[in-house]
């Protein structure tokens, strides 16, 4: 039978091993950061849109983008959000971080249309009300 301060002293080595191991785990992630390929695309935090959260994107983590398979929500289509697409999105569009790719080339496209056609009729019975004096 082991003593409290013998089984106090165990499970303290056994702890300071466990962070030796995180630690070296940890620097062998730090000095060998993986080489960009054309799949991916370096991240700039300091050009992303402004987020309010206590967590934090994926690509903010990692320090790269990667392209990202999706299915098109309209149409099912299987894509691929580019990593450079990705850059572009949050870094240049400023695009909510959080937010991801949805839909394929031509369903974007019909959604703007769609989108721009609705906004159209919306502000035309607003002027048209406003002539009208109905509120
Ligand atoms: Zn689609």
Do not use: H
Request: aromatic share 8%; with cysteine.
């Amino acid at each position: 039978m082991k003593s409290g301060k013998q089984r106090k002293a165990e499970i303290q080595l056994q702890r300071a091993g466990k962070a030796a191991r995180a630690a070296a785990s940890a620097a062998a992630q730090a000095v060998a950061p993986p080489a960009l390929t054309a799949a991916m695309a370096a991240c700039n935090p300091l050009q992303l849109a402004a987020y309010n959260s206590y967590g934090q994107p994926d690509f903010v983590a990692r320090g790269y983008y990667v392209d990202e398979p999706f299915c098109c929500k309209d149409c099912g289509k299987q894509e691929v959000w580019t990593a450079t697409r990705q850059k572009w999105w949050y870094e240049v569009a400023k695009g909510q971080v959080f937010t991801r790719a949805n839909r394929c080339n031509a369903c974007r496209r019909k959604e703007r249309e769609r989108a721009a056609e609705a906004r159209r009729v919306q502000q035309q019975g607003k002027r048209q009300s406003e002539k009208e004096g109905v509120s």
